[in-house]
T-cell receptor, first 112, second 113 residues
Framework: EAQVTQNPRYLITVTGKKLTVTCSQN?????MSWYRQDPGLGLRQIYY???????DKGDVPEGYKVSRKEKRNFPLILESPSPNQTSLYFCASSPGTSSPLHFGNGTRLTVT | GESVGLHLPTLSVQEGDNSIINCAYS??????FIWYKQESGKGPQFIIDIRSNMDKRQGQRVTVLLNKTVKHLSLQIAATQPGDSAVYFCAENPWGATNKLIFGTGTLLAVQP
């Protein structure tokens, strides 16, 4: 089944403790992206990647890192999480320009 | 800044009726638009898309209309079913912003039995 898989689905952590949210897609998509979803603000792009070893900042990149060493994986790294990063995170992928994004089922992160 | 917005945050309809969800966009350079459905606990799911060289596109029970003159996008759902209850987002892709989608904040569609 074609899908975008995120792990974990739920994560509670404390301020400053490094964490990684994994994302993997099995559709051989070149483009991958991370979004956060907050009430009243909709989906905002954090980082995106056009292909392996090619990443760029989205609209809200502060406090996040990403890597794209393989085509299928695009992990999101929070080196020192803070409470304002408490949010619902989505990974997405697509075949290329002007194509629909396929989303994972989300990771709900709580930073205390 | 440029943004995508929705006229109605909540829409309540009776089962079997047709639903219309509206969206206003502000970037006249946008050339690609998508509607997504998000059910509770799930990620956004692609419903239908339309490019700026079209003004109407139909899918299964859904139709998207694009009015570039007034920068308005709508999603019509025919014979709305309880399973259609969800939050619906429109998104635009500004021309030249490769794969950068700007999302609206969403409309909650509540289908009453």
């Amino acid at each position: 089944e074609a899908q975008v898989t995120q792990n974990p689905r739920y994560l509670i952590t404390v301020t400053g403790k490094k964490l990684t949210v994994t994302c993997s897609q099995n559709m051989n998509h070149e483009y991958m992206s991370w979004y956060r979803q907050d009430p009243g603000l909709g989906l905002r792009q954090i980082y995106y990647s056009m292909n392996v070893e090619v990443t760029d900042k989205g609209d809200v990149p502060e406090g996040y890192k990403v890597s794209r060493k393989e085509k299928r994986n695009f992990p999101l790294i929070l080196e020192s999480p803070s409470p304002n990063q408490t949010s619902l995170y989505f990974c997405a992928s697509s075949p290329g320009t002007s194509s629909p994004l396929h989303f994972g089922n989300g990771t709900r992160l709580t930073v205390t | 800044g440029e943004s995508v917005g929705l006229h109605l945050p909540t829409l309540s309809v009776q089962e079997g009726d047709n639903s219309i969800i509206n969206c206003a966009y502000s970037n006249s350079a946008s050339d690609y638009f998508i509607w997504y459905k998000q059910e509770s606990g799930k990620g956004p799911q692609f419903i239908i898309d339309i490019r700026s060289n079209m003004d109407k596109r139909q899918g299964q029970r859904v139709t998207v209309l694009l009015n570039k003159t007034v920068k308005h996008l709508s999603l019509q759902i025919a014979a709305t079913q309880p399973g259609d209850s969800a939050v619906y987002f429109c998104a635009e892709n500004p021309w030249g912003a490769t794969n950068k989608l700007i999302f609206g904040t969403g409309t909650l569609l509540a289908v009453q039995p």
